[in-house]
């Protein structure tokens, strides 16, 4: 018998009511020995993925790793999309068994948890598997994580995959969370976000609105859905 297909979007597909994201670590001691990913882009996507969260109303957990005795502040790109966040300071380096963690992961109550932080191979590892084996769905955004070799954070990514982790990218995540160009009302959030950190993309998205004054909803179909294709006519 034929399947049917439904203009639904897939249930591995994150929406931004329903998961958590956990930034970990993302401080200067940490980025200066992370090689498999220079700082700068390290920076550019940690900002895409914490103003995503931000913009989007994400529920969000922070959290550094001896801020003040060693690893230095958390990001400035992510303490500004969170002024008044509450960051978690730990002495553990699997951020799963600091009871203040696990704590807030259940106060929020959302099964699915996104990661990112450094570096891949400990402190994304570490409470990554540590989830998976009590029963949460787990992602990683991996190219706002890093570590000390490009070996060391593809293995980490490897192993999390095959435990059933699910990989994505810092813009990916941020397209996931808008995924129609009809939301109006976080359109001009998500083109500014991409502006901004979003590269090549980001550049293409200020070249059509300069250029043409294109936009990505300037045409919609008829599930709501518009192309980039649009944009620049």
């Given at each position: 018998m034929a399947t049917n297909a439904k203009?639904?979007?897939?249930?591995?597909?994150?929406?931004?009511?329903?998961?958590t994201l956990i930034m970990i670590d993302h401080?200067?001691?940490?980025?200066?020995?992370?090689k498999s990913i220079d700082a700068v882009t390290l920076r550019n996507n940690a900002a895409m993925v914490a103003e995503a969260a931000a913009g989007f109303k994400v529920s969000t957990i922070l959290t550094t790793v001896a801020e003040k005795?060693?690893?230095?502040?958390i990001f400035d790109e992510i303490k500004s999309a969170f002024p008044v966040a509450d960051v978690i300071d730990r002495t553990s380096m699997n951020t799963w068994e600091d009871g203040r963690v696990t704590d807030r992961v259940n106060q929020i109550g959302k099964n699915?948890?996104?990661?990112?932080?450094?570096?891949?191979?400990?402190?994304?590892?570490?409470?990554?598997?540590?989830?998976?084996?009590?029963?949460?769905?787990?992602?990683?955004?991996?190219?706002?994580?890093?570590?000390v070799t490009d070996e060391a954070?593809?293995?980490?990514?490897?192993?999390?995959?095959?435990?059933?982790?699910?990989?994505?990218t810092s813009l990916q995540y941020l397209l996931e969370?808008?995924?129609?160009?009809a939301r109006t009302e976080t359109y001009d959030l998500t083109t500014g976000i991409a502006k901004r950190h979003g590269g090549g993309y980001g550049l293409g998205i200020i070249y059509a609105k300069s250029m043409f004054g294109g936009q990505e909803n300037a045409e919609v179909s008829?599930?709501?859905?518009?192309?980039?294709?649009?944009?620049?006519?």
């Open positions: 203009p639904v979007p897939g249930k591995t597909l994150v929406s931004p009511q329903d998961h401080q200067s001691q940490m980025a200066f020995a992370t005795t060693f690893s230095g502040p699915r948890l996104v990661f990112a932080g450094l570096w891949t191979s400990v402190c994304i590892v570490g409470p990554t598997l540590s989830a998976l084996d009590q029963g949460f769905e787990v992602y990683v955004i991996a190219d706002a994580c890093g570590d954070h593809d293995r980490a990514m490897d192993r999390m995959v095959q435990a059933g982790v699910r990989p994505m969370l808008q995924r129609d160009w008829g599930h709501g859905l518009a192309t980039d294709a649009a944009a620049a006519e």
